[in-house]
């Protein structure tokens, strides 16, 4: 959607590489899937962790959407845009104690707890605060979605979330406690999910349970079926999100009961790009293009042996060779890669643009081989504004000096 001169401007002035992301894209996506869930009582909490940069976050906010956190962190983000703790799911195995205290003085709407002794921790939290608690518990459907084993969450294997048979004892306990107050049953079964068929089942199986509780006497508001709607990297189908609609109001018909989904993927992923400049080609045996963005900028290549399509941006230079490319970064790993055996008419000092790299992208980057992380810039109705600067050598050195000096 974004045009090359746009993206030539903008490794032009904030330098590659660079994460650019598009904003009417965005919007785009969330009308398309509200216009799917059209007919379903239904509240979407976007996934912060693929992509949390608060101008994103701010945009996800004007479109009244609510979050899915995991972290602290991720709470200070939303409520820095303006986001009410209220419209707040908190996720994650392993919350602390300090990141519950924080979510519950905010007023967090459910903690989604992921095992007992979560729970127990925040009922023990909620009674020192003097608080009850809003939860769910995220349950493990198990639940094949047949995506990459490292993103496959709905398991027996998986650290994720209670096993259904520990549930009813869990909820009779929790309904007992007047610092916990009982409000949803959750489930994520993973990510990059192609077909409504594993939603489906993980979602009769939540609602299977809620029907237990509730011939316990224990009543939930709402139903959590997690993210992890797939989207296309290549030619491979993405979730046709109409069917995954449709599913959804034939799944919950007139059930009384709220539905609440985490996409995150979905919303951003092809809705960014990484920008990237050829710094030099070394062909050979095999061919290499070797860029400056490297897996400490997008990880999914290296960590998920991900596809990324990748494509010049404008004409190719003067010197330009054909070939079948190996495109890597400068860092000293082999598996420093981002994609290889690519067809492209290339010359040193070409702009590329790795595409897919909305989600998951510069919220998995890291400073290995002490590099900056990339800035960001969001593009909306042709418009760039810069929403994260480059990290400079001060951003890194200088929390190590101070300790130094003060040590
Ligand atoms: N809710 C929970 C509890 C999650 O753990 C996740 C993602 C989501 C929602 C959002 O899932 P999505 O709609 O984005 O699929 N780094 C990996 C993906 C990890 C997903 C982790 N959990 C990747 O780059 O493919």
């Known amino acids: 959607m974004i045009e090359a001169a746009t993206l030539a401007a903008i490794a032009d002035r904030w330098g590659t590489p660079c994460y650019v992301y598009d904003a009417q894209g965005m919007r785009a996506r969330h009308d398309e899937l509200k216009a ?13 962790k693929a992509n949390s940069n608060l101008g994103v976050l701010a945009l996800f906010h004007e479109l009244g959407t609510g979050f899915d956190i995991v972290s602290g962190g991720e709470l200070a983000r939303v409520l820095e845009v303006g986001g009410d703790a209220a419209d707040v799911v908190f996720s994650g195995v392993g919350k602390r104690a300090d990141e519950i205290d924080f979510a519950l003085k905010a007023g967090v709407g459910c903690f989604n707890v992921e095992s007992a002794a979560e729970l127990a921790r925040i009922e023990a939290r909620a009674e020192l605060l003097g ?3 809003p939860i ?7 639940v094949d979605p047949q995506t990459h084993p490292y993103i496959a969450t709905g398991l027996r294997e998986s650290k994720f979330g209670v096993a259904m048979e520990d549930a009813p004892a869990l909820y009779r306990r929790a309904s007992a406690s007047e610092h916990l107050r009982v409000v949803g049953i959750d489930c994520h079964i993973g990510s990059q999910i192609q ?5 489906r089942e993980a979602g009769q199986r939540i609602l299977e349970l809620r029907d237990t509780l509730a011939a316990d006497g224990i009543d939930i508001e709402h139903v959590d079926l997690g993210g992890g709607l797939g989207v296309a990297y290549d030619d ?49 045996f095999k061919n290499f293009a070797i860029v400056d963005a490297a897996m400490n900028d997008l990880l999914r290549p290296a960590l998920y042996q991900a596809y990324h399509h990748i494509e010049r941006v404008g004409a190719p230079g003067a010197d330009a060779l054909d070939g079948s490319w190996n495109i890597v970064g400068p860092i000293c790993e082999s ?3 981002l994609a290889h055996d690519r067809d492209l008419t290339v010359a040193a000092g070409d702009l590329l643009a790795v ?14 081989n002490s590099r900056g992380r990339a800035p960001e810039v969001l593009v909306d109705a042709g418009e760039p504004r810069l929403i994260r600067a480059r990290e400079t050598l001060n951003d890194l050195l200088g929390p190590e000096r101070a300790a130094l000096a003060g040590g």
């Open 131 to 133: 608080r009850a608690a």
């Open 236 to 284: 491979d189908a993405a979730l046709d999100v109409a069917a995954y609609g449709q599913g959804l109001r034939e799944l919950l018909g007139n059930q009384k009961v709220t539905l609440l989904l985490e996409p995150g993927r979905y919303l951003v992923a092809n809705n960014g790009l990484l920008l990237t400049r050829v710094e030099y080609l070394k062909p050979g």
């Open 195 to 199: 077909t409504w068929a594993p939603f």
């Open 355 to 368: 595409h897919s790299a909305g989600a998951y992208g510069m919220s998995q980057a890291s400073n290995y």
């Open 335 to 337: 598996g420093d890669f």
């Open 36 to 48: 799917a869930l059209r007919g379903v009582d239904h509240r979407i909490h976007y996934a912060v």
């Open 136 to 142: 769910s518990l995220r349950v493990n459907p198990q």
